[in-house]
């Protein structure tokens, strides 16, 4: 549907003296996006305009817009439907006068029939959206205050908990009909849901389970024949008369296992469900409603009444629930995850190709896991299509996160419509690989002080992860595993965080503690963990102006939405880094975005070399969903801040971990590792002062220990001396001393550029001085400008090439100068720290 518009306040818009009445609307979208394209409000990402647009979340809102009636409706035999895919939030519809509904949950579709509401000519439709606010805090009225992490009324309401604020986002409250609308006219019978099951047999045969749901249009009483039909294979069920339920377990013979990226392909093969109403009456299937068909070949002795079209893959996938480890194909793996938020604060704005760019900037990072956090979405077909594409693995939170629940109604009755849909929905796509229940909610109730907030017998949410949803699960997807939350060790007995069993999210680091403190654990799997650094320049300038480049800016500040996230990120720089000199942005922000990298970094290699007792680190976060500082690999902007670069390297197959004396060889790829360990001290000037030779194996998917002698593990001169451990191209360097301490010489390397073609520049760094974590920063130049390698340490006598792409420079020369390429050498210091 077209033509919508939008009726504004008739009270105004604050800070505007005139406005129209009303303003045209792009559906899908949202009142924020339609404000934005009316010129009516400034853009909420940019400087401090989030203050002032919180008045949009607390009005009310209507849509219109009028259409013909298709020419089928109000046929005999024909049925016509309005289908919302997607309204945000509590909203109601009403044609030609007469209400068809109210909704009050942004994660469901909803289907109104329309027939006898229609008219010859125009219709008018106008959806009318009430506060989420008004409508959350009147329900917290009447239920009852509940504890949690922040103190917005998200947990009353079944809609994107983060659109209320996060302490990564903003808080920009939505209204809108944020997914597509359409009439749909049908006749006979439809597939009001085919819930696809792609699993693998014990015989090693893929093994598709389809169960249908039906509806009838008027006169459709006798029996429906469904049928399935995928990579060659068919099979068909009869639906008696009455009925409006049927299953198929379909072996698919030809069809090749789905395999997750570094495993295997991605095979993925067409499915077709299509339910018939027999000309005879009868129908040829052999099936009964509820049981599998024959496979025989159906008679085609009548056109499809309805035909469901989807996409799937084969694979078996378990979970090992005491040691936390994910097998998919009976094959064991190391989760190399990334945390994924809502890419948008107005999720109509993505595109497939915008989820598209940041899953391939996961794959790049070498990441084969993806968690859809639990304060966002249920994310749009797009995501879980091209995962599937991709082969990266889902792990899928329900949306709870960080609070209390309510279990009254009407939200229970919510909470169990939106899940089946969504199970059903998502069920095909064998990039999913778990079902989580919640995020942290299970931890604040049994460490947060919530059971001293709680009254006597009041419900919190445990209904729902410990019953209502893994018994949808069990029913409608009983091929993946289902966990009750993160993190959890498995029983609601034992602390949430306990280190052996289950998850953990490691939150001491960054909050209170020095990042060294990851190397004090060994947890079965650490779901959430992560460090603060800024936006990439470009980013922040787009948003804040020169003016807020500063590190003591309240527009930077507006941009930081961490409890004490300033300080933190300085004193998180501990002894690993110098403080920036005051006022420095540049130093600021070079130094805080290191040390982000190198604190993830740190954490990730420490976590892989103990595999396989510890099996998985998903790290938070991959994306943002604005300008901001955060703990992101990718900002807002979808630029890539060093830690990206660091991701990357921290998540090859193979990486070398030096630690608690000893050098880690981690073999994360299908074949043997076999090579010559090459072990040196030198000093900082690249004098070798000791070196062994060790020859490793390293089975596939596995990790190797490699004792170091007491000269390697420990030198005379710590502060002015590394170990490189090198196996043919995999190479690692140890520092003995942080760089506040160690003797780092003044940088001295040539730069040279060359350009390669129309936005294309090669650099070309050679050094003549160890040179640590070399970084070239092209964005300060031009913002479309990218590079492809960053942090790399250079001894004396090396070169490294960097590939600059998407600039445009007027000086090419720029690119080896000032703060553009720069390297800790010369990071600058205080006052009294040593040179």
């Known amino acids: 549907m077209t033509g919508w518009t939008l009726a504004l306040p008739r009270d105004g818009v604050p800070g505007r003296d005139t406005v129209p009445e009303s303003v045209d609307a792009t559906v899908p979208g949202c009142v924020h996006t339609d404000l934005l394209a009316a010129g009516i409000i400034p853009d909420p990402y940019v400087g401090d305009n989030e203050a002032r647009l919180d008045w949009i979340g607390r009005g009310d809102w209507t849509y219109t817009t009028t259409f013909a009636a298709p020419p089928a409706a109000r046929s005999a035999g024909h049925r016509t439907d309005l289908v919302f895919q997607g309204l945000d939030t509590v909203a109601t519809v009403t044609l030609n006068g007469t209400e068809l509904g109210r909704t009050a949950n942004q994660h469901r579709s909803y289907r109104f029939p329309v027939d006898i509401h229609l008219r010859p000519g125009t219709n008018t439709l106008t959806v009318r959206f009430t506060s989420p ?11 009852g205050p509940l504890p949690g992490a922040y103190d917005e009324p998200y947990p009353f309401i079944r809609k994107m908990a983060c659109n209320f604020g996060w302490d990564w986002g903003p808080t920009l409250v939505t209204c809108g009909i944020w997914r597509p609308v359409a009439l749909e006219t049908w006749s006979g019978a439809r597939i009001a849901s085919a819930s696809l099951a792609p699993d693998v047999a014990d015989d090693g045969v893929p093994l598709l ?36 339920d049927g299953s198929i377990d379909l072996p698919v013979p030809d069809a090749e296992l789905w395999w997750p990226r570094g495993y295997g392909e991605q095979p993925l093969y067409d499915v077709c469900v299509t339910v018939r109403c027999p000309l005879d009456g009868t129908g040829t299937g052999t099936g009964t409603g509820s049981g599998p068909g024959t496979g025989e070949e159906e008679e085609e002795d009548a056109e499809p009444a309805h035909t469901w079209r989807g996409r799937t893959g084969f694979r078996s996938v378990a979970l090992d629930p005491d040691a936390f480890r994910l097998s998919v194909n ?38 084969n896991l993806v968690r859809v956090w639990g304060g966002g979405l249920y994310e749009s077909d797009d995501f879980y299509a091209l995962a599937d594409e991709k082969g990266l693995l889902v792990w899928q939170d329900f949306p709870f996160a960080c609070a209390a629940y309510p279990e009254e109604q009407p939200l229970r009755g919510e909470v169990a419509a939106e899940a089946r849909e969504n199970v059903v929905r998502l069920a095909p796509h064998p990039s999913l690989v778990l079902w989580c229940g919640n995020n942290e909610n299970i931890e604040g109730h049994a460490d947060w002080g ?20 893994p018994s949808i699960v069990a029913a409608l997807d009983p091929t993946r595993p289902y966990w009750p939350g993160t993190p959890y060790s498995g029983d609601p007995d034992l602390p949430p965080q306990d280190p052996d069993h289950g998850t953990v999210h490691l939150w001491d680091v960054w909050n209170r503690v020095d990042y060294r403190a990851y190397a004090d654990r060994v947890p079965r799997f650490v779901a959430e963990f992560g460090f603060q650094g800024p936006a990439t320049y470009a980013t922040l300038r787009a948003a804040l102006g020169d003016a807020g480049l500063h590190p003591d800016s309240p527009l930077l500040a507006r941009h930081q939405k961490a409890e004490d996230g300033a300080g933190k990120l300085l004193r998180g720089l501990g002894d690993h880094l110098p403080q920036p000199p005051a006022g420095d942005f540049d130093a600021w922000h070079w130094l805080t975005q290191l040390n982000q990298a190198r604190a993830v970094e740190f954490g990730i290699r420490h976590f892989r070399s103990h595999a396989p007792a510890c099996m998985g680190t998903i790290v938070w976060q991959l994306n943002d969903c604005w300008p901001v500082v955060s703990w992101a690999a990718v900002d807002g902007a979808g630029r890539r801040k060093p830690l990206w670069y660091a991701l990357r390297a921290a998540y090859a197959d193979r990486v070398l971990v030096v630690r608690d004396g000893a050098v880690h060889a981690v073999n994360d790829s299908p074949n043997t590792w076999t090579g010559t360990l090459k072990l040196a001290t030198r000093s900082f000037d690249g004098a070798v002062l000791a070196k062994e030779e060790h020859r490793v194996r390293v089975a596939p998917r596995s990790v190797a220990h490699v004792d170091l002698p007491a000269a390697l593990a420990e030198p005379d001169d710590r502060n002015n001396t590394l170990l490189t451990a090198r196996i043919d191209g995999t190479r690692t360097l140890h520092f003995y001393a942080e760089d506040t301490e160690a003797a780092l010489p003044a940088a001295r390397y040539t730069a040279d550029v060359t350009r390669t073609g129309p936005g294309g520049y090669e650099v070309r760094v050679s050094a003549e001085t160890l040179v640590k974590d070399l970084a070239l920063f092209p964005d300060r130049l031009d913002p479309a400008a990218e590079v492809d390698d960053m942090l790399v340490t250079l001894l ?40």
Do not use: M
Not at 133 to 143: D, K, P
Not at 341 to 357: E, G, N
Not at 450 to 469: H, K, N, Q, S
């Open 133 to 143: 606010y008004s409508y959350a805090e009147e329900l917290r009225e009447r239920l």
């Open 796 to 835: 004396p006598g090396e070169s490294a090439v960097f590939h600059v792409t998407g600039a445009d420079l007027a000086d090419p020369a720029a690119l080896t100068t000032g703060s553009v390429l720069r390297c800790v050498n010369e990071a600058p210091r205080t006052a009294g720290e040593n040179a």
């Open 209 to 244: 389970r389809t169960a249908v749901q039906l509806e009838r249009a008027p006169g459709c009483a006798g029996p429906l024949e469904v049928g399935v039909e995928v990579a060659g294979a068919r099979a068909t069920v009869l639906v008696p008369r009455g009925r409006t």
């Open 330 to 367: 009976e094959k064991p793996l190391f989760a190399r995850g990334v945390n994924w938020i809502p890419d948008d604060c107005f999720p109509a704005r993505l595109t497939r190709q915008r989820v598209s760019d940041r899953l391939d900037q996961a794959v790049a990072a070498g990441v």
């Open 450 to 469: 919530w059971r001293d907030e709680l009254p006597p017998g009041r419900t919190w949410g445990a209904g729902y992860y410990y019953d209502l949803l």
